[in-house]
């Protein structure tokens, strides 16, 4: 089984370009989720897709972040206008079933550096 | 201090020992998990605890956790060069239905053959 997959695995832009972060997830895996890790600091969470529907989008910074996940199989995440403080480590995870005791698969995340 | 966050940030210990690692967090949860990070890869799941659970093993490792104290404990016994990597524990809260985890700063390992 495949697991989750996150194109491209590096990404270096200059501040005020916009960049697409794409994630793959487990094929069947109807949960997807979306965290970043700025340098130096803990993994946050971003949102949760369940198929193609925003469950939960309280981690999103603001509005130069948008996330899809038309069709419900894989998503993209936007940056427009990078910043330089959106420089960070980008994590895609998905798993099988919703709920509080189902394990979320990593992908190996994108590393994105805003100049 | 963060939820969800570990001490020591850095452990070093010879091939064979035991490593321990501490968590804290600072509400109510629903459980906790362990994952593991090795350098350029992504997080891969260890081990889940429920808030119902005190103690939990799967293989060399073995997680604690209180509840009373909002504290989780994980130990890796006899330990492997393999085992080096970055560990994280991360929390779900209870209530609100929301699945998304909540993570602490990592304890890097270091396992000196």
């Known amino acids: 089984e495949a697991g989750v997959t996150q194109f491209p695995s590096h990404s270096v832009i200059e501040k005020g370009q916009t960049v697409t972060l794409r994630c793959d997830p487990i094929s069947g895996h109807d949960n997807l989720y979306w965290y970043r890790r700025v340098m130096g600091k803990e993994i946050k969470f971003l949102l949760h897709f369940v198929k193609e529907s925003k469950q939960d989008e309280s981690g999103m910074p603001n509005n130069r972040f948008l996330a899809e996940r038309t069709g419900g199989t894989y998503s993209t995440l936007k940056v427009q206008p990078a910043e330089l403080e959106d420089s960070g480590v980008y994590f895609c995870a998905s798993s099988h079933l919703a709920g509080v005791y189902n394990e979320q698969f990593f992908g190996p995340g994108t590393r994105l550096t805003v100049l | 201090s963060q939820q969800g966050e570990e001490d020591p940030q850095a452990l070093s210990i010879q091939e064979g020992e035991n490593a321990t690692m501490n968590c804290s967090y600072k509400?109510?949860?629903?459980?906790l998990q362990w994952y593991r990070q090795n350098s350029g890869r992504g997080l891969v799941h260890l081990i889940l605890?429920?808030?119902?659970?005190r103690e939990k093993h799967s293989g060399r490792l073995r997680v604690t956790l209180d509840t009373s104290k909002k504290s989780s404990s994980l130990l890796i016994t006899a330990s492997r060069a393999a085992d080096t990597a970055s560990y994280f524990c991360?929390?779900?809260?209870?209530?609100?239905?929301?699945?998304?985890?909540?993570f602490g700063k990592g304890t890097h390992l270091i396992i000196q053959p």
């Open positions: 509400t109510s949860i629903n459980n």
């Open positions: 605890i429920r808030s119902n659970e």
């Open positions: 991360a929390t779900v809260d209870s209530g609100g239905g929301a699945d998304g985890l909540t």
